[in-house]
């Protein structure tokens, strides 16, 4: 009889032993399921991001093109750019003020046609891995009233500062 | 004691079953997440991505070497009403349609994007089409379309289509 028990009491361990196992692996597959979809969503935010930050710029008085106090969305202009851009790496309480704003990235606006040329507007880089955004823009060219083709590229950082 | 090792059976049964369908729960439910999460982002680019891009070509000047300095969508329009206007030594068509696979080259081509871009004046831009750029036919893929469309003084309209594929 005390055999028995013994033997009883064996298999309870057992099947107890098992069912902790059972659990361990899964309580495993839905850390790393959990984590997965973390990595997902920081990803997710970090592009949302990005993309705030080109709707944020492409709407900045400071430099988007006006004519006659009507702001033109998708254009940028020239001379407004590099002002600003010369502004923000002269005086770091503009520098604060536009991390805000845009976050830890790094911004440049590339002109294609007809002239061939590449500014870092902005540039908050904390390095490592970063998300990348590229919109096609009109530059305007104030003094030669010409419109140039280009591309707004933002690069935003995962990295905290 | 028969009855009671019974129940107990039973009893363990259950708790499998219980444990099997939690378990395909879990599973089904991460299945429909999957699914009914939106990509903003994608779908933003995707919607968005014709529309600036085709703006921004048509809001550009040629070089005063090339075309005295014109805008695309002014060259578009001239391409339009068929006159032969010619830019130094090209006439207008062929100079456009070198000009805007450029760009495109420069941008889409570069982004690994598969496109179809056609300016026709009648109802059908495969068939009507004054200028036909494209680096797919986008056969069984999903289309995201933009069309422009700017009135000829010749009567009808002048269509800018940009096919986005994917």
Redesign the interface.
Known sequence: MNRKSQIKLFESIAVLVIFVFLLAI?MKF?TN?QLGSLEEAER?FK??D??KSSVVLSNLPEISCSKEGITDS??FNLYKIKSWSDLIKEDAKFTDYYVTVLGNSMIEIQS???KEKTWTIYNSSVGGSYDY??????IYDSIED??????LKIKTFYGKR | MKKGKSQSEIMGLLMVVVLISVGLLVFVSFSLKNINEKDIVNEYTHKQLPVLLNDAILETHTKDSECYGEKIQALMVKAGEGNNFRCNNKYVRPFLKDKVSYLLNKTLDKWGIKYRYFVYTGNDPVNDNIIEIKNSDCKGMDIDTEIFFFKLESGGFLNIKLDLCS
């Open positions: 899964g839905y399921v997710k592009r949302l990005s993309l998708n254009c294609i046609y007809p955004t590229v919109i096609p823009i009109t010409q419109n140039n083709f280009g591309i």
